[in-house]
């Protein structure tokens, strides 16, 4: 190896050259000589270490560990060896320019330029060192969720954080690695979910030269003979429709919904077994898109981005909740051993996304109101003096019973009070609930509103997850961690004691998440509404459209109080009753 002898002083002004006069003059070189190499890493930290404007927290840390880790290899370059680049050098780069085979965009990270070789300018040398050691370490902050680094951000409902490396790790991992480059790509998720939807990715790309029909916007006005709308553009692509001409043979209006495309429409209409109004709604949108969402990268790139969040191991067995699906999975050494449907929260009141384990299941439970309900619903109808009783409810206050038409509303704060309602067949959680603590206050039970299940959206709930045939969920939970029979668990349901407890010796995962696309069992790609816009707020976020993102209240901020106004009361009112029917058949 060619070993050339540089001054400390001038490994110093290598750097400072690249940002000072174009005619600055380079100091003769002192006695004390650095190697070509340590003048490299010499200058590097300096670049490190001088300001920086517009750096992300993450870029920040990323430096900060770089410029240290340089003085443990006792200033040895990591990617240069001579005046060229190294073979694991050229292996880091090749990776990287890979990236949108993962779902990252390869212009994210700065690299050397193409083709490199052997490089004679010092300053390119350094450049080069700085530039593939810094893209390194952005490229696993990314793989590993980076690009989002705080989901709460978008929104208080998506309680996740992605599964970072410390860059110190990365570094330390990197250069004691024989192939750097299979080291970066190990990083990105090993689930199957994420490998499934990265090939679908793939061979989206690979099919695009393929011709594909116009796609409607999934979502839109109401169109109609004399609308005016983008969209009536569009349609008139997907229904093959020449361009409009005006009286005179020039090109008319063809945002205009006209007579034309309303006679069109109502052929497609009459041909798909619909009723021909002429009318563009949401069900013949989405007739027009084959009834599905259109498939594109960043639906797919989103929901990857979805699995960097997720904790590495998901756990021998586990209970898997999809919200845009309504639907829960029990998933045991990989395969799915049961699944089935489920109602979620309303799009005001969302069941959040967040992982946290299963501790308890109880049979027979109590339903203690939360202080949302308490404030936001009850409270109203009890200044209007409904009764709580006559629906199975009951009010205590320091332990003691209290009648609740005894208090005054005005004057007392109802989230100093206990109201719950005791095990029965009206009881909102129905014969079990399944535990797993959580600051969000939400967990999975039972209910008596069975019909709902049977709704094809099914957003019905103040937060937690209604699930149907509870039971049987009991019974594969509770085989698992004691063993018991089926038929075991049937007689606790009924002969034991209300709100019977049975606290598991091992927790089983509970992991809620929202993938709005998903390969299934048979390899088929499945789609779902973004019924919550979280895949909406994913998209922006990774374009960097911030100020775009749909924002809602922190659902975890403190009940505000609001004093109810008092009514005189009335034995024909009915508000307790429709407050009843909706906390009833939607908590």
Known sequence: ??????????????????????????????????????????????????????????DRSDREALAEYYVTRANKPIWIEGDGLTAKAKAVIEEIRRAADWGLDAADFDLPSAGIENISERSAVVDAEAKISLAALKYARFARGGRIPKPREMSSYLDRDPQLISPVKVLEQITATSDPGGYLASLHPKHAGFQKLRQKLLDLRNSKAQDTPVQMPASGPLLKEGTRHPDVAILRKRLDMPAPEAGDGSPADPELFD?????????????????????????????????????????????????????????????????????????????????????????????????????TVVLHPFWAVPNSIKVNELLPSLARGSSLQRRGLRLQYNGRDVDPLSVDWSRSDIRNFHVYQPPGGGNVLGEVKFMFPNKHQVYMHDTPSKGLFNETKRTFSHGCMRVRNPM???????????????????????????????????????????????????????????????????RLALAGEWDRIPRHRDHLLPVPYVKPQIQTYSSNNNGFSSLFESVFGGF
């Not at 650095?34 to 670049?47: D, K």
């Not at 989103?302 to 999809?322: F, S, T």
């Not at 038929?487 to 606790?492: D, N, P, R």
């Not at 048979?522 to 994913?538: A, F, N, S």
């Open 472 to 538: 049987r969920l009991a019974e594969i939970v509770l085989a698992e961690d004691k063993g018991w029979s089926a038929a075991k668990v049937q007689s606790m349901l009924r002969n034991g004691p209300d709100n019977q407890e049975i606290r598991l010796e091992s927790k089983i995962p509970v992991h809620v998440t929202y993938f709005t696309a998903v390969v299934d069992e048979t390899g088929e790609l499945q789609t779902m509404p973004d019924v919550y816009l979280h895949e909406k707020r994913i």
């Open 259 to 359: 007579a034309a495309v309303a006679d069109t429409v109502k052929e497609y209409q009459r041909e798909n077994g619909m009723m021909a109004d002429g009318i563009i709604g949401s069900r013949t949108r989405a007739a027009l898109n084959g009834g599905k969402r259109r498939v594109d990268e960043g639906l797919l790139i989103a929901n990857m981005e979805e699995w960097r969040w997720m904790p590495e191991d998901l756990g021998h067995m586990y209970v898997w909740v999809n919200l845009p699906e309504y639907k829960f999975r029990v998933v045991k050494d990989g395969q799915v051993i049961h699944q089935e449907r489920i109602i979620i929260g309303q799009t005001d009141k969302q069941t959040p996304v967040f992982s946290h384990e299963l501790e």
């Open 1 to 58: 190896m060619r070993r050339t002898r540089i001054a400390a002083a001038t490994a110093t002004c290598a750097i400072l050259s690249l940002c000072g006069p174009a005619n600055a003059v380079e100091p003769d070189p002192p006695q004390s000589l650095l190697t070509l190499e340590e003048g490299v890493a010499f200058n590097v930290r300096e670049r490190l270490r001088a300001p920086a404007k517009n750096l992300s927290d993450g």
